[in-house]
């Protein structure tokens, strides 16, 4: 892990602060045995992919998604940076079908992203659920469309969220992303995401993706957000 903005940090720290004593690890435990944590009841769906900074390609990040359905054409996603125990969260997706895709203003669209490449070349997978069921989740994700914020910058080494929401994108062909990243992933979760992308072809995919989605592709454009001084509404 790098330096971050916080300064000098320990490499091995993902986290600033003291660890958690077990006095308040046993509260939690107990806390969770008698709690209610409804929305998190929803969640019936973990995927794992790769975003990018949407002002820069070369930040990769790789992000699990962690998924629950509000209607058959609406997804909300909790990201976090990994699948263990202590990962941190950085982040939120929403996603939506094709059909709500079309119907935003034209300034909403510069928001999204596709994720037609992402499933057709494999970088988009299931972990841990059986080939048949990932074939299906991953057929109804080919024609959906993806608006993302990471909160968390820990690609730089960030101990804390530091910053702004930052805007993040999805690759959209072969040769985008650092293909180390990928690799990493395969090796560390037992994946083959070139054997993935072969299996991959028997699914139908929309034939096009609408262009005012991923409005970096063709028009080199990125958009992010920034912070502003502003006066008080009373």
Request: hydrophobic share 35%; charged share 25%; with cysteine.
């Amino acid at each position: 892990m790098a330096d971050g903005p916080m300064g000098v940090v320990d490499q091995a720290k993902k986290v600033a602060g003291d660890p958690v004593p077990l006095s308040h690890t046993a509260l939690n435990i107990a806390s969770g045995t008698v709690g209610s944590f409804k929305p998190f009841s929803r969640i019936c769906q973990h995927v794992c992919g790769f975003h990018f900074y949407a002002h820069d390609m070369k930040r990769g990040v790789e992000a699990h998604h962690y998924c629950s359905h509000q209607s058959e054409e609406v997804r909300q996603c909790v990201i976090y940076d990994s699948g263990a125990a202590d990962a941190r969260l950085i982040g939120i997706e929403y996603i939506i079908s094709s059909k709500l895709f079309e119907g935003l203003p034209a300034e909403e669209k510069k928001l999204w992203h596709s994720h037609k490449f992402e499933v057709a070349s494999g970088m988009l997978y299931a972990p841990e659920i059986p080939t048949l069921v990932e074939d299906l989740e991953m057929q109804k994700l080919t024609d959906t469309y993806g608006k993302t914020f990471h909160t968390w910058q820990v690609d730089r080494g960030d101990t804390i969220p530091l910053g702004p929401p930052q805007l993040m994108m999805a690759f959209t062909g072969d040769g985008q992303i650092d293909q180390k990243l990928v690799d990493d992933r395969d090796e560390r979760e037992g994946k083959n995401t070139a054997e993935l992308a072969e299996h991959r072809k028997k699914l139908t995919y929309p034939d096009t993706t609408n262009p005012e989605a991923d409005s970096w592709v063709e028009k080199g454009i990125a958009w992010q957000t920034e912070m502003k001084q502003t006066s008080l509404k009373k």
